[in-house]
């Protein structure tokens, strides 16, 4: 359970004297000392390095592979994305959508979204509405969703705005589903 928490060279050390994402992997591998076939994940990479987490994403599909279920509770969208095979989106305390990621972001979505850093764009972009079937404005943030974002990119290149232009995915389906204003 150590080298699967990748923590072999750690085995002598006392628990406090590890870091705490140690700690959250050390929770992890005594957790599954006793192999279970259903395994529930509470936000199982709060508070990891980009280095940790990737190694529990690779560990937790090793379990999938051989054979386990996994219930997976997460607000990272990205980990549910890559881990799971069915993702329920909640809201509120109910269940708002379900599917596979690829689905959910196909059904809920368009294709591609291009970023906007800068909220002066608005002007520029109603111009060139016929290539942006939907945009959304947060703060400084301007989001274009397109199903194919090659012409408002085209466009963009001749201007001095900041762009990011990436695929969809669940995070995207997740804020058109609930919002982007924060609830407490």
């Known amino acids: 359970m ?4 990748g923590l072999t060279t750690r085995n002598k050390e006392p628990i406090n004297n590890l870091s705490g994402g140690m700690q959250r992997r050390l929770t992890l591998a005594r957790a599954l000392i006793n192999d279970p076939l259903l395994i529930f994940m509470d936000e199982p990479t ?6 940790a987490r990737h190694l529990i994403w690779e560990r ?13 509770t997460t607000h990272f969208l990205e980990e549910a994305e890559r881990l799971c095979d069915i993702v329920y989106i909640m809201d509120a305390g109910r269940i708002i959508t379900a ?7 196909s059904e809920h ?3 591609e979204v291009v970023e906007l850093q800068d909220n002066k764009a608005a002007t520029w972009l109603d111009k060139h509405s016929a290539v942006i079937p939907r945009r959304e404005c ?4 301007i ?3 397109c199903a194919n974002a090659d012409d408002l990119v ?5 201007t001095d705005f900041r762009f990011t232009r990436r695929r969809a995915n669940l995070e995207d389906v997740f804020l058109r589903l609930t919002g982007r204003e924060l609830r407490e």
Do not use: H, N, S
């Open 46 to 51: 709060t508070g990891l390095d980009p280095q």
């Open 2 to 5: 150590l080298e699967f928490a």
């Open 138 to 141: 947060f703060g400084e943030l």
């Open 60 to 72: 937790t599909r090793r379990l999938l592979a051989d054979g386990k279920t996994i219930l997976l």
């Open 99 to 105: 599917g596979a990621p690829r689905d959910l972001i």
């Open 109 to 111: 979505v368009e294709k």
């Open 154 to 158: 085209l466009a963009l290149r001749q």
């Open 143 to 145: 989001y274009c969703y």
